[in-house]
Nanobody
Framework: QVQLVESGGGLVQAGGSLRLSCAASSRTFSRYTFSDYTMGWFRQIAGQERESVATINWSGGSTAYADSVKGRFTISRDNAKNTVYLQMNSLKPEDTAVYYC????????????????????WGQGTQVTVSS
């Protein structure tokens, strides 16, 4: 289990932008490093299932996005800082949710949109609210 801490959520008007960050604690990597993990962002609305937003492979060379956010959101990572980011532009009220960061050990060459059970470690979530 990797300890993950999200930040950057908040209240923004429709059309605005937010940048979420997820920092992984190196103390919890065991014998691995941050670059040994595939990382993902998910979101969840109360009473609904957690849905994938974006996924990035260990090097940042492969990314995948849910259709609902393609062209508006960008996932990236900085392995030197043990951090993954989600840049969210052109936000819509329907993007309102709790956003979670997730990690899976493995060197995926190519990533895809995955269900939540693909990932083994999760952060506590950060609330994003988009007002109309």
């Amino acid at each position: 289990q990797v300890q993950l801490v999200e930040s950057g959520g908040g209240l923004v008007q429709a059309g605005g932008s937010l940048r979420l960050s997820c920092a992984a604690s190196s103390r919890t990597f065991s014998r691995y490093t941050f670059s040994d993990y595939t990382m993902g962002w998910f979101r969840q609305i109360a009473g609904q299932e957690r849905e994938s937003v974006a996924t990035i492979n260990w090097s940042g060379g492969s990314t995948a996005y849910a259709d609902s956010v393609k062209g508006r959101f960008t996932i990236s990572r900085d392995n030197a800082k043990n951090t993954v980011y989600l840049q969210m532009n052109s936000l819509k009220p329907e993007d309102t949710a709790v956003y979670y960061c997730a990690a899976r050990l493995g060197h995926d060459a190519v990533v895809h949109v995955r269900t939540s059970d693909y990932f083994g470690s999760w952060g506590q979530g950060t609330q994003v609210t988009v007002s109309s």
